[in-house]
């Protein structure tokens, strides 16, 4: 079970990769479970509750309330933008 705090800790892109991740093994849980009875049913309860955690610190951010950790790839390289101005 994911951890508030850890999602935390991670960048926006990371987040919505692991958000991902959980929506894609929910529908190959419930295909499974269409088919046939599977081994461990509670963890499409887990999968749910780790999608709203995600959401949850998305909204926080999108908010303002907390502020995600920031990536590490910029988009501007500071030397180009530092140029930039200069002109």
């Not at 929910?26 to 599977?38: D, G, P, T």
């Not at 963890?43 to 951010?61: M, Y």
Request: net charge positive; charged share 40%; proline share 1%.
């Amino acid at each position: 079970m994911l951890k508030i705090s850890d999602l935390r800790d991670l960048t926006r892109e990371e987040l919505l990769q692991k958000k991902n991740d959980l929506i894609d093994e929910q529908f190959n849980l419930n295909m499974r479970r269409s088919l046939k009875a599977l081994d461990n049913p509670l963890r499409l309860r887990q999968i749910r509750r780790e999608q709203a955690l995600i959401l949850t610190v998305l909204n926080e951010d999108k908010l303002g309330i907390r502020k995600l950790a920031e990536s590490s790839v910029s988009i501007l390289d500071d030397s180009k933008a530092s140029k930039g101005k200069e002109k």
